[in-house]
T-cell receptor
Framework: GQNIDQPTEMTATEGAIVQINCTYQ??????LFWYQQHAGEAPTFLSY??LDGLEEKGRFSSFLSRSKGYSYLLLKELQMKDSASYLC??????????WGAGTKLIIKP | GAVVSQHPSRVICKSGTSVKIECRSL??????MFWYRQFPKQSLMLMAT?????????EQGVEKDKFLINHASLTLSTLTVTSAHPEDSSFYIC??????????????FGPGTRLTVL
């Protein structure tokens, strides 16, 4: 079956760095997405990886290892507004998004 | 970037009534639109995939007679929740995929509709 695993909740301190891990099993693989979702809002796109390696975009970076079925989202210089849920989603062979349950990130001052 | 709108953003209705939610791609043409439902503290659950001009493909467990989807044009899809019951209360989100979205077929999400059935 298809499955996306990520931690349920993480806590970090303002100004620090946090890494949110995601492991995936999909029928075929056409890439891995990370979305940010604030409470009561729809997800917003953060990153997309289809090749192995690190993609950096400002304070956010995303890493993919296809051989390990593993990805992580790295958030640097954390700000209070980064408190949100972070959703990992794999794109399967039918170009359907398979969603993880999301990681709730709590930022403390 | 591509913008998707949803209307209404919030709706409260009585049990037994029907509710229609509109999803529009504002600055691009969407060959495919997706309807998701999200319960509190849970992940997005795909309900159906809608292609313009054809019948929607429903996920297992989603009643197509209860959740009517119409994708009449490349910029509009509607979801009608018929005979709504309190258990249908949820956050409904649509997303749209463009014709020329590149290799990775990014989905652009609407802001969501909060449905509360009393």
């Amino acid at each position: 079956g298809q499955n996306i695993d990520q931690p349920t909740e993480m806590t970090a301190t303002e100004g620090a760095i946090v890494q949110i891990n995601c492991t995936y099993q999909t029928s075929g693989f056409n890439g891995l997405f990370w979305y940010q979702q604030h409470a009561g809002e729809a997800p917003t796109f953060l990153s997309y990886n289809v090749l192995d390696g690190l993609e950096e975009k400002g304070r956010f970076s995303s890493f993919l290892s296809r051989s390990k079925g593993y990805s992580y989202l790295l958030l640097k210089e954390l700000q209070m507004k980064d408190s949100a849920s972070y959703l990992c989603a794999g794109l399967d062979s039918n170009y359907q998004l398979i969603w993880g349950a999301g990681t709730k990130l709590i930022i403390k001052p | 970037g591509a913008v998707v709108s949803q209307h209404p953003s919030r709706v409260i209705c009585k049990s037994g009534t029907s509710v229609k939610i509109e999803c529009r791609s504002l600055d691009f043409q969407a060959t495919t639109m997706f309807w998701y439902r999200q319960f509190p503290k849970q992940s997005l659950m795909l309900m159906a995939t809608s292609n313009e001009g054809s019948k929607a493909t429903y996920e297992q467990g989603v009643e197509k007679d209860k959740f009517l989807i119409n994708h009449a044009s490349l910029t509009l899809s509607t979801l009608t929740v018929t005979s709504a019951h309190p258990e249908d209360s949820s956050f409904y989100i649509c997303s749209a995929r463009t014709i020329t979205s590149g290799d990775y077929n990014e989905q652009f999400f609407g802001p969501g509709t909060r449905l509360t059935v009393l």
